[in-house]
C-alpha cells in the first residue's frame, strides 16, 4: 500500500475469542527482519491502555518519501491475557505527483474472455463478461508488416458491437500496426477529450488509456488467434472481493446487488470517487453515494478521505452538492472513528452548511449567495452561483430531449426560493455541526447549531407543511407537493410522528418519481418510516425506472439513469445508480454504527417477503456475518460479531412473540449482542 500521509492511522481486527480489547502494544520497522525480532525501530508504542483497535496516529520518527515499513501488532484482551504478534504488513510512503490523485498503486486484474469466436474474413468476436476500466492486450505473431483493426465497445447491436452508441455508451476502433518482430501489443486507445479536460481526474502517467468496454473485435488477422492471447488489462484500486457478500430468496435482489457491487469497485480507477467515464470529474452528491456504498462493500476508507479533502479545493455548483460535504465526513467519522478530516477543516466545513445564507427563522436561500460567500466555498471563479438543483436531469423544457419525461426526473418540483429540499438537507448540516462541535469541546458552538438546528426544524413544519394536506409542499409560496420535498424530510428525520402516516402514504403513492440519485434518500426515507417491504418492492421491480432494467438492456455496470430514454446522453459506468450496494447492508438488513468507529453496531432488520438470505458487511473492526430463515412462523437469525464490537439488535414491533436470544427467552426491545455468534428466534 502507498501512503502520503506522514502520520498515519493504524487499525487492526481484533479475534472474536478476545471478546474485547484492554490495551495494544504497536512495532514500526525499517525492515521486517527488525521486526522479527520484536525491534520498532522506526516506533515503539509500548504497551497502551486503550480498547480503540483502529485510527491509532502514529507517533514515531519522521517517514520518509520512498521508504517502505513494517509493522505488527498486539492486543491484551479482556482478562489482560496477552496474544501472540500479528503477522507483518508493510506500507510504503509516496510522494503525491503535481496533478495526480491516488496515491494508491492501482491494481491489475487479468480478464481472460469468457468467449472467443472466429467468424468469417479473419475475424474475431470476444466477450469479457463484463465492462471494466482497462485496455487490452493482444499477442499475435505475424510473418510481415501488417495492420489489425481492433474494435472494443460496451454495447452490442445484432450480435456486434455497436459502433453508433447513445449518448456515452463506450465505442472505438483502433488500428493496430502488427510486425514479425513483436508478439504483444498494448492497444493505443486514443484519449477522451471531455474526461481529460480541465478539472478531470488524471491518471498516473504510467498506467495507460483506460476506456470501459466489455467487447471487443479483432479483423484482418491472418494468422489465428486463441483465447489465451487476449487479455483485459481492467485496473482498479485496492479491492478484496471477500470483505463482502450477501444472497437472498429473490434472484432478482441477487443480480441487483451483484451488479451495484461490481460497479463500485470498477469505478474505484480514479483514485477518488469521480461522475463516470463521460467527466471523470468529482461531483459532491455522487461521492457521497459512492462512499455509502465502498464503506458497505469494503474495508477501505482512504478513497473517501482523499475525495473529500479534495472537494474542499475543488467545490460545485449545486446548492445541494455543498450541503453533501458535511454528510461525506459524518460518514467518514462514523465508519472510522478518525476525527483528523474534521479537526482540519472544521472553519471551513461551516461554510459548506450555507447557514450564512439564512433569515429570521433560520430558513435559507441560496439567492442569498453572494460573490464573498462563493469564495468561502471554495470557488475561484466570482462569476459562480449556487443554483437548486433537486435532482438530475431536469425537464425536457429545460434540456431539449425528445424522449426525456416532461417532468424529468424532479416529479414536477416547483422552484421557489426558500427549498425544501435545499432546507431538509440545511438541517442535517446543522446537526452534524453541533457533534462535530463537541469533538472538537467547542461548546459555544455546540449551542449555536443545536439551537439552529431546533429552529430550522421548527420553521420546516410550519412554513413547508401543508396541514391540509398532511405533506411537505416544495417551497414557501406553492401548494405542490413532489416525492422529493416529501422523501427528503422523512429521510432526515424531520417528520413528526402526527404526519408520518399522511407523508409515508404521499411517498409510497410517487413510485419510482425520482432519479438513480434520488433513490438513495427515497429509500432511506422507507426504511426509517419502516415501509421496508415498499423499498424491497423498489429495488426488486422490473420495469423501465429499475435497477434490473440496467442488467436487462445490457450493461454490467450501473447507469447515470434508470434508462436512456430518461437520460439521452448517460453513461453506463455510474457509481450514483449503485445505491441498493449500501441500502441492503444498511436499509434492509439495518446494518449500521451507533458510534463512531463502530464500537457498538446496530442491526435493523426489515427483510419484506425474503424467506432467506445472508449477509457479510465490512467494518474497521472485522466482518459482521448475518444470517436469516424464515420457517413457517419463526424467524432464525445468526448474527456474527467480531471482537471489540457490541451490537444492539432491534427486532422491531413483535406484539405477543416469543423472543429468544442464544437459547434465553428475551423481553420485548433491543437485544444486546456480544463477540461471536449470536442466535436469535422470534416466533409469532
Not at 482478562?79 to 490523485?101: C, P
Not at 452548511?353 to 429570521?360: G, I, K, S, V
Amino acid at each position: 500500500v502507498m501512503i502520503i500521509d506522514v502520520n498515519p492511522e493504524f487499525s487492526w481486527i481484533v479475534p472474536q475469542s478476545a471478546i474485547s480489547q484492554k490495551a495494544y502494544q504497536l512495532l514500526v520497522a525499517s525492515s521486517a527482519s527488525q521486526l522479527r525480532n520484536d525491534i520498532g525501530d522506526v516506533w515503539d508504542s509500548g504497551k497502551v491502555s486503550d480498547k480503540r483497535s483502529s485510527s491509532i496516529e502514529y507517533q514515531g520518527t519522521p517517514l520518509i518519501a520512498g521508504q517502505t515499513y513494517y509493522w505488527k501488532v498486539k492486543i491484551w484482551d479482556a482478562t489482560d491475557m496477552s496474544s501472540a504478534f500479528s503477522g507483518i504488513r508493510s506500507f510504503s510512503m509516496g510522494k503525491l505527483e503535481k496533478g495526480i490523485i491516488s496515491a494508491n498503486r492501482l491494481q491489475l486484474d487479468h480478464i481472460r474472455p469468457i468467449t472467443l469466436k472466429a467468424a468469417d474474413n479473419n475475424s474475431y468476436h470476444i466477450d469479457f463478461g463484463k465492462a471494466a476500466f482497462a485496455t487490452l492486450q493482444i499477442k499475435y505473431r505475424t510473418k510481415k508488416k501488417d495492420t489489425l483493426v481492433v474494435r472494443i465497445g460496451e454495447q452490442l447491436t445484432n450480435g456486434v458491437i455497436n459502433r453508433e452508441p447513445q449518448g456515452t455508451i463506450r465505442y472505438q476502433e483502433v488500428r493496430l500496426p502488427v510486425n514479425p518482430e513483436k508478439n504483444t501489443y498494448i492497444l493505443p486507445i486514443r484519449p477522451d477529450k471531455r474526461n481529460t479536460k480541465v478539472g478531470a481526474i488524471a491518471l498516473p502517467d504510467s498506467i495507460p488509456v483506460l476506456m470501459p468496454f466489455r467487447y471487443a473485435e479483432i479483423e484482418y488477422a491472418e494468422e489465428p488467434i486463441l483465447e489465451n492471447d487476449i487479455v483485459q488489462l481492467a485496473y482498479h484500486g485496492y479491492w478484496d472481493d471477500n470483505e463482502s457478500r450477501f444472497q437472498s430468496s429473490d434472484t432478482i435482489l441477487d443480480q441487483v446487488w451483484d451488479i451495484c457491487k461490481y460497479t463500485i469497485k470498477a469505478t474505484t480507477f480514479a483514485g477518488v470517487y469521480v461522475d463516470g467515464d463521460r467527466e471523470r470529474i468529482p461531483y459532491e452528491a455522487d461521492a457521497y453515494l459512492n462512499q455509502l456504498s465502498h464503506y458497505s462493500l469494503d474495508n477501505e476508507y482512504a478513497m473517501a478521505g482523499r475525495t473529500i479533502a479534495y472537494f474542499m479545493e475543488h467545490p460545485t455548483w449545486p446548492t445541494e452538492w455543498q450541503l453533501h460535504v458535511a454528510l461525506m465526513f459524518h460518514a467518514d467519522y462514523m465508519y472510522t472513528g478518525n476525527t483528523e478530516l474534521i479537526e482540519r477543516y472544521y472553519e471551513d466545513l461551516k461554510h459548506k452548511t450555507l447557514a450564512e445564507l439564512r433569515r429570521a427563522d433560520g430558513l435559507i436561500s441560496s439567492i442569498n449567495a453572494s460573490p464573498e460567500f462563493m469564495k468561502k466555498l471554495g470557488f475561484k471563479d466570482p462569476k459562480t452561483k449556487l443554483k437548486d438543483i433537486v435532482d438530475w436531469p431536469p425537464a425536457q423544457k429545460d434540456t431539449g430531449w425528445k424522449l426525456a419525461t416532461p417532468e424529468g426526473e424532479r416529479d414536477g418540483f416547483v422552484f421557489t426560493p426558500i427549498n425544501t429540499v435545499v432546507n431538509c438537507m440545511y438541517y442535517r448540516n446543522l446537526e452534524i455541526m453541533a457533534e462535530f462541535a463537541g469533538v472538537l469541546d467547542k461548546p459555544d458552538d455546540v449551542k449555536f447549531y443545536n439551537d439552529l438546528a431546533k429552529k430550522v426544524k421548527t420553521s420546516i413544519n410550519t412554513v413547508l407543511f401543508d396541514e391540509a394536506q398532511g405533506v411537505y409542499t416544495d417551497g414557501e409560496g406553492t401548494s405542490h407537493a413532489s416525492l422529493h420535498s416529501n422523501m427528503m424530510a422523512m429521510a432526515f428525520h424531520l417528520v413528526p410522528e402526527t404526519a408520518k402516516k399522511s407523508v409515508g402514504e404521499f411517498i409510497k403513492s410517487r413510485g419510482m418519481a425520482c432519479s438513480v440519485y434520488g433513490a438513495q434518500y427515497l429509500l432511506e426515507a422507507l426504511y426509517n418510516a419502516g415501509e421496508g417491504q415498499y423499498a424491497l418492492d423498489l429495488m426488486t421491480s422490473t420495469a423501465n425506472r429499475s435497477w434490473y432494467n440496467m442488467i436487462r438492456i445490457g450493461s454490467t455496470m450501473t447507469l447515470e439513469a434508470w434508462d436512456m430514454k430518461y437520460k439521452p446522453n448517460s453513461d453506463w459506468n455510474h457509481a450514483w445508480g449503485a445505491v441498493p450496494a449500501n441500502m441492503v447492508s444498511r436499509g434492509l438488513w439495518g446494518i449500521n454504527p451507533k458510534v463512531p468507529g463502530y464500537d457498538i453496531a446496530t442491526i435493523k432488520p426489515q427483510l419484506g417477503f425474503l424467506t432467506e438470505t445472508s449477509i457479510v458487511v465490512p467494518t474497521i473492526k472485522g466482518q459482521i456475518k448475518a444470517d436469516y430463515v424464515l420457517q413457517d412462523s419463526t424467524r432464525n437469525y445468526t448474527i456474527e460479531i467480531p471482537g471489540n464490537m457490541k451490537a444492539e439488535f432491534d427486532a422491531g414491533p413483535n406484539t405477543n412473540a416469543k423472543i429468544m436470544l442464544n437459547g434465553n427467552k428475551m423481553d420485548q426491545g433491543i437485544l444486546h449482542l456480544k463477540p461471536g455468534k449470536n442466535t436469535i428466534l422470534i416466533r409469532n
